[in-house]
């Protein structure tokens, strides 16, 4: 009998040390090198993308506009993957500025990884989703 209690005791004060919620994963599912990002965190930075390219093509004006490129200026190796989703955005648009400036950060940001995982990933999703244009006529 003591045995027993002493079992279930042992066992009730062994579950109660393991968590219950599931802990936050070290590393992002796109590659080992980035950090995990939330959902939230995620679309936030999407956001900051989104409202880059509004500015790069002249929808933002004054302090919205200057907080836009700032805010996308500060995006760093943890963005890649928005920047990526950034891109294909971009490229689905009829201007051209936002894809050359988004990629050029891109560059920059993985040109300082080795990480192959994240650069297969990059390799992977650039243009996936992209319709081409149709060409324009000449006059």
Known sequence: ????????????????????????????PYAPSLPYLTKEEEEKIDEIIDRFMLYDIGRLQGEAARKA????????PEAIPALVRGLNRAAMIEHSCPV???AQKLGKLLGTS??????????????????????????
């Open 1 to 28: 009998m003591t045995t027993t209690l002493l079992v279930l005791t042992l066992t009730v004060f062994g579950a109660a040390d393991t968590p219950s919620t599931k802990e936050k994963p070290k590393h992002s």
């Open 69 to 76: 490129l700032k805010d996308f200026k500060d995006l760093g």
């Open 100 to 102: 050359v400036v988004i």
């Open 114 to 139: 080795e990480d192959r995982e994240l650069l297969e990933f990059v390799c992977d999703n650039i243009g996936a989703g992209v319709r081409p244009h149709a060409p324009t006529p000449a006059p």
